[in-house]
């Protein structure tokens, strides 16, 4: 199939360059996409306490919005939420669903409504933006002392790190910067994952957090049927890699610039199935003239002991702590097994979770095994009502306004004077 691919591309490459006609945002960065919609944008970089320099994105609104609820233009500070990314991802793909803002104008009717841009989305509505960026990824590969490109050490993470480290830190970091007490955290996928691990770790930080929106609910990942589970399957490679950190899937140049071509030309079909067998199949919501944009930003990268992290965790059906082995968990640990994340000790009563029935990453069965940990009630469950609905349609979906971020609104204007 690669063999097929390359012959094609090479004999239709002086017709496909030709043809190609860019679009603008595949070229921007999270503050250009952000100051291209008229808004302004500010970069902050956070330290954690391992020394990692984790970079966010933060969305200043623009003065002259089509719409704003009253409450909006109000003198009170505006409630501060992050929006945390999943996995090979980053805080542009917030920014990134369609090349408008935050809202949307029914010409029939004249109604406002959210557009799929939860980011601007958000700024619209009068709310503080914070676009985090995990370690590792496009925007946050620095470090106090270690070179990314150079020390192998800097790879030596995985969402433990994330949910030890990074979370606090972004946390702690905006709720200083902001003069609050409380904020809101929206996830998607590993950016649920990283929540839950914070809040079952430490649980005497629950009130810091008003509230907890999980979009495609991620802990335990024993029935994930995403390409992610083959990870599990190679048990040998992953005890080699470990030994060897280093990066995973960053975003490499050459290979957008020639995904960006394949996915606005003839060759579009080869660029859907890749975007299928990545993000999950049977969704009708993803727009495939936006997939040069798409790819043009994902894979944003990880550390390969973060993918055999996941692989762990499907191949025992358990949201555990990295396995080094036995004699290095016994050290580590103090257990020859990995301790298992407790989300029975859970206590934040502010958490919404929503998800469907058609997630390769986040399994029914394993949305419902998390429900039944849980010890808190739910301020929220929602099952989103279209059946094809996939893992990455909360992010990039056609309908993702009507059906996550209004509801988003919705839970979150219950603090938004907190």
């Not at 320099?53 to 500070?77: C, G, H, Q």
Request: net charge positive.
């Amino acid at each position: 199939m690669n063999f097929i691919f390359a012959i094609k591309f090479l004999l239709l490459y002086p017709k496909l360059i030709s043809t190609y006609v860019a679009d603008p945002d595949e070229d921007r960065d999270p503050s250009q996409l952000i100051e291209s919609r008229g808004y302004r944008a500010q970069i902050h970089h956070v330290e954690t306490k391992d020394d990692y320099i984790l970079t966010m994105f933060r969305i200043v609104n623009k003065s002259d919005l089509a719409y704003r609820e009253k409450w909006a233009t109000s003198k009170t500070p505006k409630y501060p939420v992050i929006l945390q990314h999943g996995l090979l991802s980053s805080g542009g793909d917030w920014l990134i669903a369609s090349s408008g803002g935050g809202t949307i104008m029914n010409n029939v009717t004249g109604k406002i409504s959210p557009s799929n841009n939860l980011g601007f989305v958000l700024a619209d509505y009068g709310y503080d933006v914070w676009l985090s960026n995990s370690r590792g990824n496009t925007y946050s590969r620095g470090h106090k002392h270690l070179d990314s490109k150079t020390d192998h050490k800097f790879w030596k993470f995985s969402y433990d790190q994330m949910i030890e480290f990074d979370t606090p830190a972004i946390i702690d970091y905006v709720l200083n910067a902001t003069k609050r007490e409380t904020l809101g955290w929206v996830g998607h996928s590993q950016g649920t994952m990283m929540m839950f691990g914070f809040l079952s770790q430490f649980p005497e930080q629950s009130h810091k957090i008003k509230p907890f929106i999980a979009l495609a609910p991620v802990a335990r990942v024993k029935e994930v049927t995403a390409p992610l589970r083959y990870a599990a399957k190679i048990p040998l490679i992953q005890k080699m890699l470990t030994q060897i950190p280093s990066e995973f899937m960053p975003n490499n140049p050459i290979v957008s610039i020639i995904s960006k071509i394949v996915c606005k030309t003839q060759l579009r079909e080869i660029c859907s199935n890749l975007a299928f067998m990545i993000m999950g199949v049977g969704s009708k919501q993803l727009d495939e003239r936006r997939l040069p944009v798409y790819f043009a930003h994902v894979p944003a990268g990880t550390s390969i002991q973060n993918i055999i992290h996941f692989g762990q965790n499907v191949k025992h059906g358990r949201f555990a702590k990295f396995d080094y082995g036995f004699f290095k968990n016994e050290k580590i640990y103090g257990s020859l097994k990995p301790p298992l994340y407790p989300i029975e000790k859970i206590m934040n009563p502010h958490i919404v979770l929503m998800h469907s029935s058609n997630d390769a990453l986040a399994d029914p069965s394993d949305v419902n095994w998390l429900k039944s940990q849980l010890k808190v009630p739910l301020m929220g469950d929602h099952l989103i009502p279209i059946p094809s609905w996939n893992h990455i349609d909360f992010l990039w979906g056609r309908d993702a306004g009507k059906y996550v971020h209004s509801l988003v609104l919705d839970h979150l204007k219950n603090f938004r004077h907190s």
